[in-house]
């Protein structure tokens, strides 16, 4: 079975400040991680996944198979920053298409 | 630009009726899927389909049914509403690009029912 927890419902930082929004997984194969944005009032988006190894709006996620974590960061948050975000896995040796999601945890940006 | 297009937005029904959502994809891809999207529950997967008339269980799937007739079009069923699938639904695509993997999923904007 594949897993995802994301430890933080809400959190909140102040602008400028850094950010870490935590990722764990369980799953005992070759798994693809992703984070998914939803700003307010819009359809949820990729933000990135990890094979692209690439940042998005100053964001970047590394994955520690050893720690089984998928933590996202950023150095300096901005008040547009401020969303829903949710970490997601997809298993390959199980269906490579669905995504096994976290709760999610509300970021609020603080100016 | 993908556009995946839920039928509605809002929708209210009552306790045994039978329900529609309709979501169709406009970019020819092999996988569609239906969530539920609750508060400090995540999304959670109900159905998924592979390809046309094709489709599989996902984590919930208990009180739903599903209908993929054309690549485009995946429905989701309640077959007899209940109170407790008063839900945020969120239908997605995805394409299929080899074995094990697919790119990306994209998802509509989401229909938010009510069942009273």
């Known amino acids: 079975a594949q897993r995802v927890t994301q430890p933080e419902k809400l959190l909140s930082v102040f602008k400028g400040a850094p950010v870490e929004l935590k990722c764990n997984y369980s799953?005992?194969?070759?798994?693809?991680l992703f984070w998914y944005v939803q700003y307010s009032r819009q359809r949820l988006q990729l933000l990135l996944r990890?094979?692209s190894r690439e940042s998005i709006k100053g964001f970047t996620a590394d994955l520690n198979k050893g720690e089984t974590s998928f933590h996202l960061k950023k150095p300096f948050a901005q008040e547009e920053d401020s969303a829903m975000y949710y970490c997601?896995?997809?298993?390959?040796?199980?269906?490579?298409?669905?995504?096994?999601f976290g709760e999610g945890t509300q970021l609020t940006v603080n100016p | 630009d993908v556009k995946v297009t839920q039928s509605s937005r809002y929708l209210v029904k009552r306790t045994g009726e039978k329900v529609f959502l309709e979501c169709v994809q406009d970019?020819?891809?092999?996988?569609m899927f239906w969530y539920r999207q609750d508060p400090g529950l995540g999304l959670r997967l109900i159905y998924f389909?592979?390809?046309?008339?094709?489709?599989e269980k996902g984590d919930i799937p208990e009180g739903y049914s599903v209908s993929r007739e054309k690549k485009e079009r995946f429905s989701l069923i309640l077959e007899s509403a209940s109170t407790n699938q008063t839900s945020m639904y969120l239908c997605?695509?995805?394409?299929?690009?080899?074995?094990?993997?697919?790119?990306?999923?994209?998802f509509g904007d989401g229909t938010r029912l009510s069942i009273l």
């Open positions: 997605a695509s995805s394409l299929w690009v080899d074995r094990g993997r697919s790119g990306p999923q994209h």
């Open positions: 799953y005992s194969g070759s798994p693809e």
């Open positions: 990890h094979i």
């Open positions: 997601a896995l997809s298993g390959l040796e199980t269906s490579g298409s669905r995504l096994t």
């Open positions: 970019m020819d891809h092999e996988n």
């Open positions: 389909s592979y390809d046309v008339k094709m489709k």
